[in-house]
Structures are given as structure tokens and as C-alpha cells.
């Protein structure tokens, strides 16, 4: 791999993400990282706590911005229609899943390894957890001004979209052709889907 160019900051994330996802995380030393990002070991330790706060980096601002999106629309509910914004979280959250899953796997196959990011991440307040409570707060948003249904169970609404986006990112691997569903098309049919079952009779605006 060719040094990275740029601030030391910007090129330890870009060749952390390129390492992770060629050699996969359990393989990405720090040592490793540094040398390819052109820089020395302490320089790394310099931005970062260790490898778990680079992979947690790396998974934040490398890969589809789910959190934004999230956080601006739970903080603006009745912008765009419910649809089209259902829509917009199951395209974001397909590709943040299909582009991180990769990366992650091979962390269950590390006891230790996988023990050291879980702590990590609770330090930092992150987690595969916190994209549901996100949805979740926005579904209640809406719910809020009248755009989800009373009797809607938000948290389990969150959970079905964001695990149908999860399970995409490797259930097709085992297919004769291991094509995914086009993000699009199964987006657009999540939304819809999952619309039927939380909105206001009629209510898709």
C-alpha cells in the first residue's frame, strides 16, 4: 500500500479503512496502520487511544453519514414525507451495514478483541445499539405531531429497519450469484412496508 497523503489525522483513518477492509481488523495493527499512513507508531497514538478508537473513527467518518441524517430529521419531525425520509434512513443505513460489516466481522472471531472494542465503544458512548435509539427518537418525533400512528411501538419499528438493512449486508453472500438487492429498490420497498404498518391512516406526507 502507497504512504497516504494529507494531515497525519486524515491519512491514519483513510489507510486504517483501507487495511481493515483488505486484511480485516483483527490483522490491522497499529503498526501496520501507521506505516502505511506514512507516519510513525507514537504519531498514531498522538489522534488516538488505540485501534479500537481508530475503528470507531473510521466507522464514523469513513463510512454513509447515518447519524447526521438521523439526528437532523428526529430534530425536525414533519420535514419531507414520512416515505421519503423512511426511504433516505433504509438507503443510508444498507450501505453503512454493507460497507462496515466487512470490517467488523472479524471481530467475533476475536473473544479478546471483540471484549476490548465493546468497552471501548461504551467509553465513547458509541455502539451498533445507538442507531436504533436514533430512529427510535425520531419515530417518536413524528409520533409526536401526529405522523405515526399512537399505537405505534417505535423502538420495534426502529429495530425491523435497521436489522433488515443489517441482514443485507451478508445474507446474499451465500447465493449462487451473491448479488445483494439493489439499495435502491429495497429501500424503497422497506419504507413502504414498514410505512403500512406505523402510520396515520393515509398518511404518508
Given at each position: 500500500?502507497e504512504p ?10 483513510d ?99 471483540k ?11 458509541s ?35 435497521l ?6 449486508a ?10 445483494r438487492?439493489?439499495?435502491e ?21
Open positions: 500500500m497516504k497523503s494529507g494531515p497525519a489525522r486524515v491519512r491514519i483513518l489507510a486504517a479503512h483501507e487495511l481493515m477492509l483488505t486484511v480485516g481488523l483483527a490483522r490491522a495493527t497499529t503498526k501496520e496502520i501507521a506505516k502505511a499512513a506514512g507516519c510513525s507508531e507514537a504519531a498514531l497514538y498522538k489522534y488516538f487511544t488505540g485501534k479500537e478508537e481508530v475503528f470507531i473513527r473510521v466507522l464514523a467518518e469513513r463510512l454513509p453519514k447515518l447519524a447526521p441524517l438521523l439526528h437532523a430529521l428526529a430534530a425536525e419531525p414533519g420535514r419531507h414525507t414520512l416515505e421519503e425520509n423512511l426511504t433516505e434512513i433504509a438507503r443510508q443505513a444498507a450501505l453503512f451495514y454493507e460497507q462496515s460489516f466487512p470490517i467488523a466481522a472479524s471481530l467475533y472471531a476475536e473473544t479478546q478483541l471484549r476490548r472494542h465493546d468497552d471501548a465503544m461504551r467509553e465513547m458512548e455502539g451498533p445499539h445507538k442507531p436504533i435509539e436514533w430512529l427510535d427518537a425520531y419515530l417518536k418525533a413524528e409520533q409526536s405531531i401526529g405522523r405515526v400512528a399512537p399505537t405505534a411501538d417505535t423502538f420495534a419499528a426502529a429495530s425491523l429497519l436489522g433488515a438493512c443489517a441482514q443485507r451478508f445474507a446474499y453472500d451465500a447465493t449462487q450469484d451473491g448479488v438487492p439493489p439499495v429498490e429495497f429501500a424503497s420497498r422497506l419504507a413502504r412496508t414498514l410505512l403500512g404498518g406505523i402510520s396515520v391512516a393515509g398518511e404518508s406526507a
